[in-house]
């Protein structure tokens, strides 16, 4: 039997690929709502098990899931995210919820996914409001802690600049008692300097009173001094007679 090596060529890649939608079937990508977030389970090559991974599909992109994905298995050499129908890649900065709003392809090395994405739950007017308000409430208590928070920092910042400052002015604080000191020293030593002038002025008028009163008495003095002279000059003759 003779067979033609293209037919041959064929009959492997078709081989190959059964055995990969196999593979791919047994170990199939899944997305499930768990407390209103979404979690993709993925087959990881290297330790032949499933992972999950739960999303936030706001603030998480394609690019975080992929980054999980080879974070978690390091045999992942090569992941992205393809269009469903038009096989187009996804880019990685399209959020979470962009990528689940349609089925999707994750491919993973060289193994690529059928991802079905369920429904995504809508919520009612009435839970729509209620979030609203949730939300606003979560803005205000936000705000009020960043009040808060700023009013600590700026009551931190203060009791450093007076610390700062108590401990700049001791050095002059001392200063300032050693001069205190000083002025109190020389006050006393001028009300005692003070004390004595005054105390001088004093004697010193008593002296000019003393010497003003003496004057009459020294006169007195000189006058009676003279008639003693002279009474003795008057008796020296009579003194030769009587001898």
Do not use: F
């Given at each position: 039997m003779t067979i033609n090596i293209s037919q041959y060529q064929y009959r492997k890649t078709k081989i190959v690929a059964k055995r990969a939608t196999e593979v791919a079937k047994e170990g199939e990508v899944t997305v499930?709502?768990?407390r209103g977030l979404p979690v993709i389970t993925v087959p990881l090559p290297s330790r032949r098990e499933r992972c999950r991974f739960t999303l936030r599909p706001v603030s998480q992109t394609v690019g975080d899931l992929l980054d999980q994905v080879k974070a978690e298995d390091r045999g992942v050499e090569r992941a992205a995210a393809l269009a469903a129908d038009e096989r187009v890649?996804?880019?990685a900065s399209d959020t979470i919820e962009a990528l689940?709003?349609?089925?999707f392809r994750l491919l993973i090395n060289d193994t690529e996914y059928y991802v079905k994405t369920p429904a995504q739950e809508r919520l009612s007017a009435e839970e729509v409001a209620r979030l609203s308000d949730v939300r606003n409430l979560v803005n205000q208590?936000?705000?009020a802690l960043?009040?808060?928070e700023h009013q600590v920092k700026k009551e931190r910042e203060?009791?450093?600049q007076l610390e700062?400052?108590?401990t700049e002015l001791e050095p002059l604080?001392?200063?300032s008692r050693a001069l205190l000191v000083k002025a109190c020293y020389l006050n006393e030593v001028s009300n005692v300097r003070e004390h004595q002038v005054k105390k001088e002025r004093e004697l010193r008028a008593q002296l000019e009173k003393i010497t003003t009163e003496l004057e009459p008495l020294e006169q007195v003095r000189k006058e009676l001094r003279a008639q003693l002279e002279k009474i003795t000059t008057e008796l020296e003759p009579l003194e030769q007679v009587g001898g």
């Open positions: 499930t709502y768990r890649r996804i880019a689940l709003e349609n089925d208590l936000y705000e960043n009040v808060r203060l009791r450093a700062k400052i108590t604080e001392q200063v």
